[in-house]
Every structure is written in C-alpha cells, then in structure tokens.
C-alpha cells in the first residue's frame, strides 16, 4: 500500500512511523483487520506488526478504545482526527531529533553538552541525528548551523522560520500549549495579537479571527515564536511603524520575560503577523482575489440548493483571501507531522460522498 508520509515523520525511528501507518490505516476503517493484512499492507513481517499492535494496546488501548481478536484480528473504535492527532503528538514528543530541534530554538549558542544533558543522551545520538535533521530543513532553506560546537537555527528567509517553528510547536505541544513551560508567554502573545488584529482588520474580520480556536492558535504562537527570535537577536526589519499603543505596564511585562524586545521589535512582529490577513501589494490583486472568492461560494451554495446572506458571503470570502494571503506568505508547506485535512477528506468522503465531491 502506497501512502503520503509527511517529510518530518522520516526523523523518527521505524518503529514509530510504523505505528503510525498503522494507526492511519485503522482509524479510515469500521471493519476489522488481521495481522496478515496489516502486514501486507505495510510490508513489514506478520511478527514486527504484531509487536507494533501490542504497543498501541498497552499504551494507547483505552483511550482509542482497541479491540483484538486472535481470530478476527483489530479494530479502534475511537476513529476521530483528534484521537489520532493525541497519540501522535505522545509519538512526536518521544523522538530525539525533534526534541532537539525544539531545545536548538529555544537555546541558540549552546554547546552540544547543553542538549546532551537536556535530552538525557549520549552526544553520539545528536550527532548521528544532526545530518537527517539537517537534510529536511534544508529543503526549506534552513539548517541547523554548528560552530565551536554551538548550534543554532538559521534561515534564508526568516519570516518563512517562524511560520515553520509556529506550527511545529502546535504538532509538538496540541491545542493548548499554555499547559507547557511557555504558558506564560502564550497570555502575553495573546493580548498582544487581539490589539493587533482590532486595531488592523475591520471589526467583523477580526471577529472572525479571533472567534476562529485554530487561527488564533497559530497566530498565538507565530507571535511568541517572533518574540524569541526577535529577543535572540534574528530580527526582521519593519518597513513601517505599526504605531500599536502599549501602555508602560504591558511594555514592562514584556521586557521582564524578553529584555531586548523594544517597540521596534513589536512593530517586525505586528507587520509579520498581520500580513497574512492585509498582505496585498496591490489594490487590483484584492479586488481579483475577492471576486473569484465570491463566485467560488456562489457556485457552492447553488449546487447545495442552500440559502447564502450577504454576512456570511462576507465571512467566508474573507477566509477565501486569508487562504491566498497565508499561503503567499509561505513559500513552503509549514505543517510537517500530521495532516488533519488529509483525515478530514477521508472522513468526508466516507460520511458525506456528494458534499465531497462538491
């Protein structure tokens, strides 16, 4: 069987992005399936698979709700994109390489001893991981650098790392990264993203950005990742002052966590952030953008034979322009790990043929 693998899961050891596929292929499926088929599918021995299977039981059995039978083989009774989005998150977290991808950003300059004792592993495993690391940045115009023995993230394009890093925190942390040691961050970014949004998009725009749990999210962390970049010293320059009004109290609060953010620094931020919702370098690019939105859901809806009011043309034509702006913004795909659309489509067509098929 032939399937997508995302670029990053390579990073993982075998036997993870075994139980991975396998997870993939159970949690699209009602029926039950062998050992055997497993195995075929996989092209891996009916003994590896076997020893697979036993691990997703013992550490994943209830909370996916995993029936076996020697005879009938197995089946997951919990196959929903949010099941599966939580056991790969566990799978993502135990692997080495993606620890130290993630301790590299937050600690720059530091020794390879700094992340041998952060990682609990010999320097030999970083080492050996480094040039697989290394190899998939690179196809995105970053890398990991080591001089002196100290490491540190860089990129051709520094606005495109920071999309990146965003949502490779968000598959490393899930939907609420508030719980992990940069929650006292995520408050801070996030009053300081809705006074960018209000204060940049109409009223009913930023409504809907905010009111949107996986756009505020990412926005969330895209404006904490910029303020650790920013605060490191990898700094975008601001073609203009966003002049975002900041009371003393706020700007103490944010200096006592990143001592060398200034204004200057928060305007980079705000002008990166907002310009995936006001990017436009033309008036006429807006307009043509608009247009082909506004015909894309007039032409859904009339196949739908479903009533369309001019608020919600509105509010899904913004998400039409939002869609073209974010994916200008970056010229590489930033969701790496784990595609929640390509399970949702799954899902869709099996549910729901004719909306599918629209």
């Known amino acids: 069987m032939q399937r997508q693998v995302n670029a990053l899961r390579e990073l993982l050891d075998a036997a993870s992005r075994r139980i991975i596929d396998i997870l993939d292929i159970l949690i699209t499926q009602e029926d039950w399936i062998t050992i055997g088929e497993l195995s075929s599918m996989m092209g891996a021995s009916e003994r590896t698979i076997a020893k697979d299977v036993d691990v997703i039981r013992g550490r994943w059995g209830q909370f996916l709700k995993v029936e076996a039978s020697p005879n009938k083989g197995i089946r997951i009774h919990s196959r929903n994109v949010s099941a599966l989005g939580r056991v790969v998150i566990d799978i993502f977290n135990d692997s080495t390489a993606l620890r130290w991808l993630e301790e590299i950003f937050f600690n720059p300059g530091k020794e390879i001893e700094f992340f041998v004792e952060k990682l609990f592993v010999s320097r030999s495993t970083l080492i050996r991981a480094l040039p697989g690391i290394n190899r998939f940045l690179s196809e995105r115009g970053m890398a990991i650098r080591y001089k002196g023995n100290r490491y540190q993230l860089i990129a051709e394009d520094e606005a495109y790392l920071r999309y990146f890093c ?86 103490s609060g944010i200096t006592c966590r990143f001592p060398k953010i200034s204004k200057a620094n928060l305007s980079a931020i705000d002008q990166m952030v907002i310009k995936q919702y006001c990017g436009w370098d033309s008036e006429e690019e807006r307009a043509l953008v608009e247009k082909q939105g506004e015909a894309f859901w007039k032409r859904i809806f009339g196949r739908l034979e479903a009533q369309l009011d001019d608020g919600m043309l509105r509010k899904l034509v913004f998400y039409i322009k939002a869609t073209y702006l974010i994916t200008k913004c970056r010229p590489y795909e930033t969701s790496s790990l784990f595609d929640r659309i390509r399970y949702f489509s799954i899902f869709l067509k099996k549910h729901n043929d004719s909306a599918y098929a629209l």
């Open 166 to 251: 965003a949502g490779f925190m968000i598959e490393l942390y899930g939907l609420h990264p508030e719980q992990f040691d940069i929650g006292e961050d995520f408050d801070l970014a996030g009053s300081l993203l809705i006074k960018t949004l209000r204060q940049h998009l109409s009223r009913e725009e930023a409504d809907i950005v905010i009111s949107d749990e996986i756009a505020i999210l990412y926005c969330t962390m895209l404006y904490i990742v910029s303020l650790i970049r920013e605060n490191q010293g990898y700094t975008i320059p601001a073609c203009h002052n966003v002049n975002q009004e900041i009371d003393a109290e706020i700007m």
